[in-house]
Each structure stands twice: as structure tokens, then as C-alpha cells.
């Protein structure tokens, strides 16, 4: 049986904060187990995370050059018209 730990380690693990850790829990990216009111995570659940992660990054394509990229348009500041309706 593999040892249990908790967010805080689970999050280090990861270097991330324990509220991206239940974040992954609730979007069901990362498994854990519920004791009581803590949430205890499965080194084997983390390291597949962290695998399937790895995986996921390699198989996106990379882009050759940034600036191939359209500017996004500026937002106007302005929201209202200053004319005056009478």
C-alpha cells in the first residue's frame, strides 16, 4: 500500500497551492479519497497526474515563431457617447 498525503504535500509535489490541488479535485483531473473533512491523495495519483501532464505537453504543437500571431485589438475606454440626448 502506498502512503497517503495531503493537499499541502500533494501541492508542493506539484508546485502549485493547495487550492489548485482541489481545484484539479473537483474538475476530476487528480484523484483523492475523502477522510472526514480532509482530502488525502495517492503518490501513484500524483505522479500520474504529473505523467499524464508531461504526455499532454509534448504531443501540442509548438509554434515557430510569435510573431506569426495577429496584435489582439485594444479595448475602447470609452463606454458611453459624451453627446448629450435632449
Do not use: C, H, N, Y
Not at 51 to 69: D, N
Amino acid at each position: 500500500m502506498t502512503p497517503l498525503v495531503d493537499k499541502v504535500v500533494a501541492a508542493e509535489t506539484l508546485q502549485v497551492t493547495p487550492r489548485v490541488v482541489l481545484r484539479l479535485v473537483r474538475t476530476q483531473q487528480l484523484a483523492a479519497i475523502r477522510v472526514g473533512k480532509a482530502w488525502r491523495f495517492d503518490v501513484r495519483d500524483i505522479e500520474a497526474f504529473i505523467e499524464a501532464q508531461r504526455r499532454a505537453s509534448v504531443a501540442r504543437p509548438v509554434m515557430s515563431m510569435p510573431g506569426s500571431l495577429a496584435p489582439l485589438p485594444v479595448p475602447s475606454r470609452r463606454r458611453f457617447s459624451s453627446r448629450r440626448v435632449s
